[in-house]
């Protein structure tokens, strides 16, 4: 191909590759035709910039090829560093079937496993944390569980002194006017009266219960014969039969319990064990939460101070509070949100007979002083079976039912004069019922008794310490010899004194 053939054909790629500019870039695209210094025909076109108005400088143009090659240099550096990474990437995927057959590399099966037992350890360590969160989540939800119990239990409390604030005002109001209308209408009468006049506080009256009867100290009598617990061991006539109680021991704690669960609750042995249980087996229940179905089981005192259950029942039925009593072998409660009691077979697991308690109060409506849905709480003694608690009709005052333990049909029933939201607690001892004062005093007593052999009710003044300031519990073992109590998360005990006439 000739000269002139060739400039022929670079001018029209030239003109296509202006009118391709003009297309692309519109008008602005100038071809220009001229012969250099030496004569040759020159072809050229201009093309304008899309971005810039004119020109850079010299300084202005070397600072944007310096920009330029700085992020060129940045990008080569990131590359070259991808391709380190993909090339070992590449590596370890080469050497990671080798490093699982047996003729692996000690050194690449070594890292592996290294990284392996890093990955298990943050594991271990999740799981750690997890758990740790679902007990502080368990915690809360029972400390929610105990606070809102501690205020439904404060309100009842408040309304029961506004009753009591109201009655007693009520009652003063009416005695008051009771004396001026005996001064004005039978003044000479006074002298007659002499020993028959009765006295204005009526011992039969629930007001005078709720006053607090407790302190008029009642002397036990010169006619009575001690009679002693295993503590203070007797022999001959003393060292069996019943009486009356005349005098109650310092607590003894065995167990606290750890949780705050445990600020509620009931222990006990079982004062007539059917096999396999013995007079040791021991049993617990916390008495917190809207779901109360564990029954902790001891085969010793020893594993009950240090906390070790042999086994762990789980109730079909719900129980209510702190009312209940383990006795031949069979656990007896009230369940829950109903006046129904319920007899659980310890050694079949299975709740055997349940039968309403007639009329009475359940879910806060005849509770003891301390609350706590304790409106129906059972009992054993020398005699057998107890139920305490009270109806409409008895209009609060405590009612005391003997049950058959096989059926838990009522047998027999006594209605005291007792109010029942004015003690703390009770217990039976030889048929005898005994209320405590309060249930968070020091200084309490054992303020009144009731005598089902008579139907009479007497006040009395027998000391009686809560040492922990929140006794929930107190029941008595007729073989022991002993009250059972539980104070503020402290399981204890109170050795007794009776006597007999």
Sequence with gaps: MGAASITKTLVVWLLLSVGLARVALGSTVHLRRANDRNGRCIY?????SPNEASCPELGQATSAIRELQRESKVQRSELESAKARLSLLENLVTQLPVALGAGGSP????????????????RAQQESQISRLEAAYSTLGQEKSFLEEEKRR???????????LESSTQEIARLRASQRHQVSEAPSQDSQQGSQEVSKWDLESFDYQELKSELTEVPASSN??????????ATGAMATGCGELVWVGEPVTFHRAETIAGKYGVWMKDPEPVPPYTRETTWRIYAIGTDIRQVFEYDNADQFMKGYPSKVHVLPQSMESTGAI????SLYFQQRKSRTVAKYNLKTETITVQKDIPSAGYHGQFPYS????????????????????????????????????????????WETNIRKQAVANSFMICGTLYTISSYSAPDATVNFAYHTATSTSESLSIHFENRYGYSSMVDYNPTERKLFAWDNFNMVTYDIRLSTI
């Design 326 to 329: 383990i006795y031949r072998g």
């Design 44 to 48: 050229s076109f201009a093309v304008p």
């Design 107 to 122: 050194a690449s099966t070594a890292e592996l496993q290294r990284e392996l037992d890093r990955l298990k350890m943050e």
């Design 224 to 233: 009575f014969e001690e009679r002693l617990s295993p503590s203070h061991p």
């Design 154 to 164: 404060l309100e009842q409390d408040k309304a029961e002194l506004g009753r009591r």
């Design 370 to 413: 301390w609350g706590g849905y304790t409106d129906i709480d059972l009992a054993v003694d020398e005699m057998g079976l107890w139920v305490t608690y009270s109806t409409d009709k008895a209009k609060g005052a405590i009612v005391l039912s003997k049950l058959d333990p096989e059926t838990l049909e009522v047998e027999q029933t």
